[in-house]
C-alpha cells in the first residue's frame, strides 16, 4: 500500500503555470504507476495523464495534452504535475493515484488515491 500527499495547487491567473507535486510513502513507490486526475464543481472525475513505474511512458487525455506535464523522481518517491497555459476551465481538485499496473484510458480505476489539491485559474 502507497499514501500519496498533493500539493502545490493555488489560484493562478489565466495563461499562467503552477507545478503540483505528489509525495508519497511506502515500501516499493518506485514499482507503481502513477496518474493524475482532476474533478471540477458539478462534474465527474477525470483522468488526465499517466507514468509508467520507470517514467518511461507517459499518456495524456487531449485536454491537457501539450499543456501539461507529468514526471516522476523514484528518489525523491515524489510524481509532478507541470501545468502551462492554464485556463478558467482547468479549475479542479487535482488528485493523484497510485497503481501496480499501468492503465490508461477506458480503464483508469487506480487503487490508491491522495486527498486532492485545489486549483483555481481566474479569467
Known amino acids: 500500500q502507497v499514501q500519496l500527499v498533493e500539493s502545490g495547487g493555488g489560484l493562478v491567473q489565466a495563461g499562467g503555470s503552477l507545478r503540483l507535486s505528489c509525495a508519497a510513502s511506502?515500501?516499493?513507490?518506485?514499482?507503481?504507476?502513477m496518474a493524475w486526475f482532476r474533478q471540477a464543481p458539478g462534474k465527474e472525475r477525470e483522468f488526465l495523464t499517466a507514468?509508467?513505474?520507470?517514467?518511461?511512458?507517459?499518456y495524456y487525455v487531449g485536454s491537457v495534452k501539450g499543456r501539461f506535464t507529468t514526471s516522476r523522481d523514484n528518489a525523491k518517491n515524489t510524481v509532478y504535475l507541470q501545468m502551462n497555459s492554464l485556463k478558467p476551465e482547468d479549475t479542479a481538485v487535482y488528485y493523484c493515484a497510485a497503481d501496480r499496473i499501468y492503465r490508461t484510458p477506458p480503464a483508469t480505476n487506480y487503487e490508491h488515491w491522495g486527498q486532492g489539491t485545489q486549483v483555481t485559474v481566474s479569467s
Open positions: 507514468i509508467t513505474y520507470s517514467g518511461g511512458r507517459t
Open positions: 511506502g515500501r516499493a513507490f518506485s514499482s507503481y504507476a
